[in-house]
């Protein structure tokens, strides 16, 4: 096999070599029952149980109570929940409630805003997403429907260390990009949704995790198609769902557990994290952070460099040296380095020797 590069993409991301491994194997003949599950019904029993055990799986990863919540695996990425979520839980007598801290973050604002009433809570665009705007202070309207929040900030770098208090208002996250890198009390939230393209698996399927009481609040003057409630009743097998990345989201999910979970994870996230931050901070200002130093995301490391020149120098030594996804988000340019669950210490080490290395050759 050629050598597996040292994979930085922020999404599609890295997946752990054994969960590709398993695949491969299976591919073609899966489970022994001479077919790919490629090609097997989803109404099968086989594709039944995959389903079933998978969101068992990761209601227990989060540590959430399968007697509370409700699992669905739907289509269109995270993306497409900024438009659903409103759809089925904004009232038109009510506010839906956002806190603005990067790209994602306003466009889930501005699809609600589409469907019904909206306020920004709080914002960090004045200083360029660059920080975690303090929550402590804001205040919800009388009729706010739900307060949302991106926990991880892909792009931008940034992250919400801790959950904000907020009364009794439903609490709704969007967990793309940091699901299942870190212990959170999850319970907080009445609704928590991810692409799977980071840290749960290849992309095509996407989780909306919703809490079973406030899943019956939900506005049943949409299409069907559109309603969580739908989803739920049907086990996510309404259409037809993504079975393979489903599959191989399962796979992610055992690998997951057999690390040790979250609360395992969380501590080599941060040992990877610190390696490269620990360079970005140690070349007096060769490489420049981007965000405040309390707000830093252990998923998503950005800086920049003097000139474009520079960056450019960087990006094309990186891939001569086995680096691949360094590259910032094209809206915004500079570096990124996406160190999800599956991206191993080696890679991060290897990254920071480098740009030791690369700092002594240009500064």
């Known amino acids: 096999m050629t050598k597996r590069l040292y994979n930085f993409n922020p999404g599609p991301a890295a997946l752990p070599l054994e969960v590709l491994e398993e695949a491969q194997e299976t591919f073609v003949d899966f489970q022994g029952t001479g077919i790919s599950l490629l090609e097997m019904s989803h109404r099968s029993r086989g594709v039944e149980q995959l389903n079933q055990e998978t969101q068992q799986l990761l209601l227990h990863l989060l540590n959430l109570p399968t007697s509370d919540y409700e699992v669905l695996f739907m289509g269109g990425g995270a993306s497409t929940q900024f438009a659903l ?12 409630h956002y806190v603005l801290t990067g790209s994602f973050a306003e466009k889930a604002y501005k699809e609600a805003a589409y469907l019904g009433k909206t306020q920004i809570a709080a914002s960090s665009k004045d200083q360029n997403w660059q920080y975690i705007p303090d929550l402590h202070e804001t205040e919800l309207t009388a009729d706010a429907a739900y307060l ?29 990009s940091d699901i299942l890198s870190r212990q959170l009390d999850l319970e907080r939230f009445s609704m928590i949704y991810a692409g799977a393209q980071k840290n749960l698996g290849p992309a095509g399927v996407t989780v909306a995790i919703v809490r079973k009481t406030w ?7 949409i299409p069907e198609i559109m309603r969580y409630e739908t989803f739920a009743k049907h086990q996510s097998l309404y259409n037809t769902p993504p079975v393979h990345a489903i599959y191989m989201m399962n796979l992610v999910l055992k690998w997951t557990l057999q690390q040790g979970g979250a609360a395992s994870l969380e501590l080599q996230n941060k040992h990877k994290a610190k390696l490269i931050y620990d360079i970005i901070d140690g070349t007096s200002g060769f490489y420049q952070g981007l965000i405040a130093h309390k707000d830093r995301s252990d998923m998503n490391i950005t ?8 960056e450019k120098a960087f990006i094309q030594e990186s891939r001569e040296n086995g680096f691949e996804g360094l590259a910032g988000h094209r809206s915004v340019g500079g570096m990124r380095a996406s160190a999800y669950n599956a991206v191993p210490l080696e890679a991060c080490q290897a990254l920071a020797d480098f740009m030791k290395a690369f700092a002594r050759k240009y500064g």
């Not at 991880?152 to 967990?175: K, W, Y």
């Not at 800086?303 to 520079?310: D, K, V």
């Open 215 to 221: 899943l019956q609040q939900a506005s049943t003057q």
């Open 85 to 96: 979520l409103p759809m089925n839980f904004l009232p038109a007598n009510q506010t839906a």
């Open 303 to 310: 800086w920049r460099m003097s000139s474009e020149q520079i």
């Open 148 to 176: 949302h929040l991106t926990l991880n900030n892909t792009i931008e770098g940034s992250r919400f260390q801790q959950i904000p208090e907020v009364g009794s208002t439903p609490l709704v996250a969007d967990m793309t």
